[in-house]
């Protein structure tokens, strides 16, 4: 079963605009992670956050984790045609077999110029 | 996508044909992944392989098999037996023991003929 389900399914922005795409999970995590897939190609890594940290930022990434809520959200600021792509999180499941991760379902991010 | 070489990038299967894709990798990481994605899904795990000679089954393993003779080598054959296999499969790798980064590879896409 899915461990991270992505909110919204789509979304559509105009060029410059910023985007948040937000994830939620189940079990306790050892850390979150977010890829990024451009249509017919392989999924390319963004950014990782460990459960001890609330907030991280990489270039014009912004994550945060909130492990109450088991949530995350991923903000993109101003964004570029060049963004448009699915998004997907990835939970590493804390406890028991820690040899996999867990993806959702993806948010399918258009970036319009 | 470097280091990580899928083929081929488009394959048809007859029914009750056994079909294998390719999955090479000149990074160096012992721990390699075969993921199933289906239109507007995540990544299901198919199987993994720590080490050489070894590997374990992932969620959907029915239908399908591996080999792990080499380090740089993991190839996935989808049998007969996988009743539903049209779908866009892909290779990742990464550091032993280390679920922080994935490496993908550009994808396999897999249709019935």
């Known amino acids: 079963s899915q461990q991270g389900e992505e909110d919204p399914q789509a979304l559509s922005i105009q060029e410059g605009e910023n985007a948040t795409m937000n994830c939620s999970y189940k079990t306790s995590i050892n850390n979150l992670q977010w890829y990024r897939q451009n249509s017919g190609r392989g999924l390319v890594h963004l950014i990782l956050?460990?459960?001890?940290?609330r907030e991280k930022h990489s270039g014009r990434l912004r994550v945060t984790l909130d492990t109450s809520k088991k949530s995350s959200s991923l903000l993109i600021t101003a964004s570029r045609a060049a963004d448009t792509a699915s998004y997907f999180c990835a939970t590493d499941a804390s406890g028991g077999s820690n040899y996999k991760l867990t993806f959702g379902k993806g948010t399918l991010l258009t970036v319009n110029p | 996508d470097g280091g990580i070489t899928q083929s081929p990038k488009y394959l048809f299967r007859k029914e009750g044909q056994n079909v294998t894709l390719s999955c090479e990798q000149n990074?160096?990481?012992?721990?390699m992944y075969w993921y199933r994605q289906d239109p507007g899904q995540g990544l299901r795990l198919i199987y993994y392989s720590q080490i050489v000679n070894d590997f374990q089954k992932g969620d959907i393993a029915e239908g399908y098999s591996v080999s792990r003779e080499k380090k740089e080598s993991f190839p996935l054959t989808v049998t007969s037996a996988q009743k539903n296999p049209t779908a866009f499969y892909l290779c990742?790798?990464?550091?032993?023991?280390?679920?922080?980064?994935?490496?993908f590879g550009s994808g396999t896409q897999l249709s019935v003929l």
């Open positions: 956050i460990r459960s001890n940290e």
């Open positions: 990742a790798t990464s550091v032993q023991g280390v679920y922080e980064k994935l490496f």
């Open positions: 990074l160096n990481h012992d721990a």
